[in-house]
């Protein structure tokens, strides 16, 4: 039997290997985030979603983004990307700016301050990712890259309960 049992106390039987593989995934998920989630309110008193958010912009560089095209490189897809960036705005972390060519358009820059926290958490960054998943080594990491996108890429649109098309 796999450690998922005793990690989660299940007696009886998984359904199917799916179900005990998918347990593992959400398990180990949690496992990995909650440390990470702890650290970044103790060090910087921001969530791992709002440290996604400014990582997006950091890569946006000069450019900024949209909330839309925020919402659509985040990790865990926020409901409100709009109340996460008016909170990284209101720390001072990034700014809004209308769009020079189309004044509907607003978008989200990262500020010198973010700048200033996405450096001072590279650091930590690393080491969690080393201490997360570094054991298992390159070739087993490639390994489990590789898996996790052929199971994402498999994944198609959820059956409807009302058995409608």
Partial sequence: MSTIYHEIRQTKPFRSLEEEVYIAIRLT????????ARYLRKSEGISPSQYNLLRI?????ADGRTMRE???RMINRDPDVTRLADGMV???LARRMRDTEDRRVVKLYITEKGLEMLTR????VEVFLKQALGGLGPKRLKLLRDLLSEARAGFGPFPDPAGSK
Avoid at 29 to 36: A, C, E, G, L
Avoid at 57 to 61: D, K, N, Q, W, Y
Avoid at 121 to 124: E, K, W
């Fill in 29 to 36: 998920s949690q496992v990995i985030d909650q440390p990470w």
């Fill in 70 to 72: 925020i919402s659509d």
């Fill in 121 to 124: 958490l590279d650091h930590a």
């Fill in 90 to 92: 209101k720390l001072g």
């Fill in 57 to 61: 912009l950091r890569g946006a560089g």
